[in-house]
């Protein structure tokens, strides 16, 4: 018996072409629907278009023939599902594109792949796509899962949270193939806030390799980040049970600890003694974390949560503080309860 969901989607607009949205449209076009792959950038798209690969990004995937791919937004045409997997520092300026385009308009679901809080707004990526497409259904993929692996059609499970149940199933099924498993949630508050929670913890975890704390210290680090995620998820309106899941333990793991994490990179190289700047400036590739940070901890800081961890890796990406500095005062708190995760 086949245990695949049943979807009426049928096809997907793709936008954003780094390598999750890549990937992303592999998974897609292998599941049946029809895929159109759109990046703002028209010589790196002209070159996919070419050679059906990414070569900046993504080079192992070979893209099939039926993905079309462009850079011109007004050459696409309507689809059942837009799924943005764009930067969250361009999640505003896509949605504009996309609704001055009509793009949306027959459209049954929007689906945000990006995983991030707006400075200043402390607005969830799905609340800013909807400031600009108004009256669609907004779902939310993430959990643990890098771009590089899934291109390789490596065993991997997400979660698509939608207050719609009937609309999470459909996407659901959108996303479920042999390799690839997909689980339900209708906590979209809860499941954005952790998913951007853990970019800067992931920073954090590479720092202490970086400075060769050792796996004891990383461990500790890990499982304070996620009693810090409870709280500011909890605070901002989610559940604490989309912490426990792959939304939020599981991306948090896979994020801390794998070589492929943009952000753990940073980390490890900030603790080796290099410059963020000099850091940023050698890799095309966007680790959310650093923009994210400054998000998180003024969201912590409004709304009154204690979050010590956050704090520091604030101070060390945005203030200058040294990151041997910052890891002594965490060492140096006061004693305290472990559980007293909510308070």
Same mark, same amino acid.
Not at 15 to 24: D, I, M, N, Q
Not at 55 to 81: F, H, N
Not at 235 to 257: E, I
């Given at each position: 018996?086949?245990?695949?969901?049943?979807?009426?989607?049928?096809?997907?607009?793709?936008?954003?072409?780094?390598?999750?949205?890549?990937?992303?449209?592999?998974?897609?076009?292998?599941?049946?629907?029809?895929?159109? $792959?759109?990046?703002?950038?028209?010589?790196?798209?002209?070159?996919?278009?070419?050679?059906?690969?990414?070569?900046?990004?993504?080079?192992?995937?070979?893209?099939?023939?039926?993905?079309?791919?462009?850079?011109?937004?007004?050459?696409?045409?309507?689809?059942?599902?837009?799924? $943005?997997?764009?930067?969250?520092?361009?999640?505003?300026?896509? +949605?504009?594109?996309?609704?001055?385009?009509?793009?949306?308009?027959?459209?049954?679901?929007?689906?945000?792949?990006?995983?991030?809080?707006?400075?200043?707004?402390?607005?969830?990526? +799905?609340?800013?796509?909807?400031? $600009?497409?108004?009256?669609?259904?907004?779902?939310?993929?993430?959990?643990?899962?890098?771009?590089?692996?899934?291109?390789?059609?490596?065993?991997?499970?997400?979660?698509?949270?939608?207050?719609?149940?009937?609309?999470?199933?459909?996407?659901?099924?959108? $996303?479920?193939?042999?390799?690839?498993?997909?689980?339900?949630?209708?906590?979209?508050?809860?499941?954005?806030?952790?998913?951007?929670?853990?970019?800067?913890? &992931?920073?954090?975890?590479?720092? &202490?390799?970086?400075?060769?704390?050792?796996?004891?210290?990383? &461990?500790?680090?890990?499982?304070?980040?996620?009693?810090?995620?409870?709280?500011?998820?909890?605070?901002?309106?989610?559940?604490?049970?989309?912490?426990?899941?792959?939304?939020?333990?599981?991306?948090?793991? &896979?994020?801390?600890?794998?070589?492929? +994490?943009?952000?753990?990179?940073?980390?490890?190289?900030?603790?080796?003694?290099?410059?963020?700047?000099?850091?940023?400036?050698?890799?095309?590739?966007?680790?959310?974390?650093?923009?994210?940070?400054?998000?998180?901890?003024?969201?912590?800081?409004?709304?009154?949560?204690?979050?010590?961890?956050?704090?520091?890796?604030?101070?060390?990406?945005?203030?200058?503080?040294?990151?041997?500095?910052?890891?002594?005062?965490?060492?140096?708190?006061?004693?305290?309860?472990?559980?007293?995760?909510?308070?």
């Amino acid at each position: 018996m086949d245990p695949t969901p049943i979807s009426t989607l049928q096809s997907a607009l793709i936008l954003g072409a780094g390598s999750w949205g890549t990937a992303l449209a592999s998974l897609l076009h292998e599941r049946g629907l029809k895929v159109q $792959f759109w990046g703002r950038d028209e010589a790196l798209m002209n070159e996919i278009r070419k050679s059906r690969r990414n070569s900046r990004y993504l080079p192992g995937l070979y893209l099939p023939e039926g993905i079309a791919v462009t850079s011109d937004l007004s050459s696409m045409t309507a689809a059942d599902m837009l799924v $943005f997997v764009v930067p969250s520092k361009g999640i505003r300026e896509t +949605s504009l594109l996309v609704a001055s385009a009509g793009l949306h308009a027959q459209a049954k679901v929007i689906v945000s792949c990006a995983k991030g809080i707006e400075l200043h707004t402390c607005k969830r990526m +799905s609340e800013i796509i909807a400031e $600009f497409l108004p009256g669609k259904v907004a779902a939310v993929l993430t959990g643990p899962n890098h771009a590089e692996e899934v291109s390789q059609r490596l065993a991997t499970a997400a979660v698509v949270a939608c207050a719609d149940e009937d609309i999470a199933k459909q996407v659901q099924g959108c $996303f479920t193939l042999p390799w690839f498993r997909s689980y339900t949630s209708d906590d979209v508050c809860g499941v954005e806030w952790a998913g951007a929670m853990k970019n800067p913890y &992931a920073i954090a975890a590479g720092i &202490a390799l970086g400075l060769k704390l050792g796996d004891n210290a990383i &461990a500790a680090l890990v499982t304070r980040a996620l009693a810090e995620m409870v709280r500011l998820v909890v605070r901002m309106g989610g559940r604490p049970d989309s912490c426990f899941g792959l939304g939020g333990v599981g991306d948090l793991m &896979a994020t801390c600890y794998s070589a492929h +994490s943009r952000n753990h990179r940073v980390g490890k190289l900030l603790g080796e003694g290099m410059s963020l700047p000099d850091i940023i400036s050698s890799t095309r590739m966007v680790a959310e974390g650093v923009p994210n940070t400054a998000s998180l901890y003024e969201a912590a800081q409004a709304h009154q949560v204690r979050t010590p961890l956050l704090a520091e890796i604030n101070a060390i990406l945005h203030q200058g503080k040294p990151a041997t500095e910052a890891m002594q005062a965490l060492l140096s708190r006061d004693p305290r309860a472990e559980m007293d995760t909510m308070r």
